[in-house]
């Protein structure tokens, strides 16, 4: 089984609807990162969570939520979805005191 | 603003030959520079990292060089394959954040046969 899983993998949705991206991994890894990408801007950064205390936001914040329900768990929601959310997601994961990070196999996000 | 600057352009080149891809940073003192592979559709993968006071690091056919001083990261992969074929992504870490990166777009190498 993937140490980083994604769900949905992929999801097309309309304008103005709530949506929820949905993270798990098994790693044993406190610190989890949800990423964008979209083509010629690259990754990045949404929020991160350092413990389930801990949330930041990242570069690209607005637009977005999250809720660490769980060491395990890292949810990304689109309260209501405009079509620039239109992007692939992805969920990656790091150990504290590694730097290196695990990527999920990412959401491709449809918002019509 | 910090920023981090792949080639843009797609690297081609022949099998058997080394590739060089460069990433180059400003408005940052990073204590380490990351080095990723992602291959179309999928989630990048960590390939290595260096820190600041180490000059170069290999891993099998890849070699990473570190200039603090020209801030500019070498990434070089030897007797490249078609397999190595791939955009590869250099990651700094984020001001103050601790673990976060700041990743550059990348750049796309293609090795033909």
């Known amino acids: 089984d993937a140490d980083v899983t994604q769900t949905p993998r992929n999801r097309i949705t309309k304008t103005g609807k709530r949506i929820m991206l949905e993270c798990s991994q098994t790693k044993g890894h406190d610190r989890m990162y949800w990423y964008r990408q979209d083509p010629g801007l690259g990754l990045r950064l949404i929020y991160y969570?350092?413990?389930?205390?801990?949330?930041n936001k990242g570069e690209i914040s607005d637009g977005y939520s999250v809720s660490r329900q769980a060491q395990a768990k890292f949810s990304l929601s689109l309260e209501s979805a405009i079509p620039n959310q239109t992007a692939l997601y992805f969920c990656a994961t790091s150990r504290g005191g590694n730097y290196e990070q695990y990527f999920g196999p990412g959401t491709r996000l449809t918002v019509t | 603003s910090q920023k981090i600057e792949q080639n843009s352009e797609a690297l081609n080149i022949q099998e058997g030959k080394t590739a060089t891809l460069t990433c180059n940073y400003t408005?940052?003192?990073?204590?380490?520079l990351q080095w990723y592979r992602q291959d179309p559709g999928r989630g990048p993968v960590f390939l290595l990292l260096i820190r600041e006071n180490e000059k170069e690091k290999r891993k099998e056919r890849l070699k990473v060089t570190f200039d603090t001083t020209l801030k500019q990261s070498l990434f070089h992969i030897t007797a490249s394959q078609p397999a190595d074929s791939a955009t590869y992504l250099c990651a700094l870490d984020i001001l103050n954040s601790g673990y976060a990166l700041n990743f550059g777009k990348g750049t796309s190498l293609l090795v033909t046969p």
């Open positions: 408005n940052y003192s990073p204590a380490y």
């Open positions: 969570s350092f413990d389930v205390k801990d949330i």
